[in-house]
Structure formats: C-alpha cells, structure tokens
C-alpha cells in the first residue's frame, strides 16, 4: 500500500480510487478532447508535442503508451517512425473514442488495449520508450506504476511523463489558483455533465509532488539521468529517466 494521499473523484462513493477513476474517464469520454482543448486553450497540443521531443534522440522502435486514454500522445508519438506504440488504459470508453481516431486516419502502428498501468501485462524489458500524459495523478499506487513502468523497459530505454505542475511566480500562481480551482471546474462541470471530473482535477493536481519530490519517487522506481521541464511557467511538468540494465 502505498504512503500517499488519496484523492478520489466521488467523495460518497466507497469504491476504489481505480474504478472511481475508470467510471468518471467513461463518463467524460465523449467530451473528453473538446474539454481538454478548450479549457487549456489548445496549449496541451503543444505540451505533448514536447514531451515526444525528449524521446527524438532515441528513436524507440517499440513504445508503450500508458494511461493512453483518447490516445492523443500515442498519435503524436507516431512522428518519432516507431515500429509500434501500445497504448494502454483502464477506461474503455475514453479508448473506444481513441480507436476511431486511429481507424479514421489509418495509424495502424497504434494498438489500443485494455491494461492497468500498475499490474502491466507486458514482459520485462519489452519497449524501448514508455510516455505517460496525465495519468500518472490518477494512479492509485503511483510507486506500483512506477516501477511497472521501469520493469517493462528495456535496458538503455527511456520514461517520459507529462503532468501538471503548480506554478509558484507571482503573478501566474493567482492566477492558476483562480482559473484552476473556480472557473475550470464551473465549466468543466457545465459541459463535462459530470459533478465531480473537474473539481476533482485540481484537488489531485494539489495532492501531486511537484519538481523533485516527483523525481525522487522516479529514482525510488529505477530510473537514472532522472530530468525535469517547466512548461509554460511551470503550469505542466515533463520529466524524465532512464534505464541503464
Ligand atoms: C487525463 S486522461 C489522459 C489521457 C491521455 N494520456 C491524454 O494525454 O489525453 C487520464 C487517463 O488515465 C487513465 N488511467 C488512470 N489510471 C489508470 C491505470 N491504473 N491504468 C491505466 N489507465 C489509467 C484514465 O482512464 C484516463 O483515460
């Protein structure tokens, strides 16, 4: 078990934090891309852009994509000729929407499946690259996800991991707090139908370790050359490690 604290999307609800994030993903699926544009102002595209920017050098051949969902990353991963991404998630709805993409245009090195990011059905040191966007916050036991993510790696493989941030500079902390915690969550509660997808939002982003105490846990799991990047004035985080053996 792990030591964190558990931010769950359905305060009465007494299920795991795992099917509660598996039900609210299914609820907000058919949403999901508009929201995420929308309430981000299209600045998300340009976050996962570079978050597959730190694996060029690289040029995995065999990519997994965890906690892939709508399969945005998996689709930009596809710039980087890889011979094939997995993409992995527990919401069956959010990979449905994630499959007609992929059909719609053809990707057929993308494979999307049903998977658990933290009891991984892949064999030790299967890929080359493992990426992860805005998952890693919903996990339940993020050192079980963690170090399957480090396990599935091959030796001289790599983890590159998108995920918000809190900015700490005066004037874009007000700001985000503002924006964050009263006019994203009205919005997202308008479109998204869901009471609680988007207040849970900013409550697991605050729950979230930011900069090296993200690090660290990445160390605790494996992984070495652990990295970070702010993004945007530290409003979303890449970080990075990797595995030597
Ligand atoms: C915010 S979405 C991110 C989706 C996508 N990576 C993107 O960039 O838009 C988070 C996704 O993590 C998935 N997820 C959460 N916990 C998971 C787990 N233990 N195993 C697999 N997927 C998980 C959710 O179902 C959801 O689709």
């Known amino acids: 078990m792990s030591s964190q604290i558990e931010i769950k999307p359905y305060k009465k609800s007494t299920s795991s934090k795992k099917e509660?994030?598996?039900?609210?993903f299914n609820n907000i699926a058919k949403r999901y891309d508009?929201?995420?544009h929308f309430l981000s102002l299209g600045i998300d595209k340009i976050w996962r852009r570079k978050t597959i920017n730190q694996l060029e050098g690289l040029k995995p051949e065999l990519i997994l994509d965890v906690a892939t969902g709508t399969a945005d990353l998996a689709i930009e991963?596809?710039?980087l000729q890889p011979k094939k991404?997995?993409?992995?998630?527990?919401?069956?709805?959010?990979?449905?929407?994630?499959?007609?993409?992929i059909e719609q245009k053809n990707y057929d090195s993308i494979e999307l499946i049903e998977g658990d990011s933290e009891n991984l059905q892949f064999e030790n040191k299967s890929f080359n690259a493992v990426t992860v966007a805005f998952g890693v916050r919903n996990f339940e036991n993020r050192p079980k996800g963690l170090s399957e993510m480090y396990r599935i790696l091959k030796p001289g493989g790599k983890a590159v991991i998108l995920e918000f941030s809190k900015p700490t500079q005066f004037?874009?902390?007000?700001?985000?707090?503002l924006y964050f915690n009263f006019i994203l969550p009205a919005w997202g509660k308008f479109f998204s139908k869901?009471?609680?997808?988007?207040?849970?939002?900013?409550?697991?982003?605050?729950?979230?370790?930011?900069?090296?105490?993200?690090?660290?846990?990445?160390?605790?799991?494996?992984?070495?050359?652990?990295k970070s990047i702010?993004?945007?004035?530290?409003?979303?985080?890449?970080?990075?490690?990797?595995?030597v053996s």
């Open 171 to 177: 004037p874009v902390k007000q700001i985000y707090n």
């Open 77 to 79: 991963a596809l710039k």
């Open 85 to 101: 991404i997995t993409g992995i998630d527990i919401s069956t709805a959010m990979l449905e929407i994630g499959k007609k993409k």
């Open 34 to 36: 508009f929201l995420n």
């Open 194 to 226: 869901d009471n609680s997808a988007y207040s849970y939002l900013p409550e697991s982003v605050n729950n979230f370790p930011n900069g090296q105490a993200f690090l660290d846990e990445l160390e605790k799991a494996g992984f070495i050359n652990t």
């Open 230 to 243: 702010s993004l945007t004035f530290g409003i979303a985080c890449i970080y990075s490690g990797e595995k």
């Open 20 to 24: 509660q994030v598996a039900l609210m």
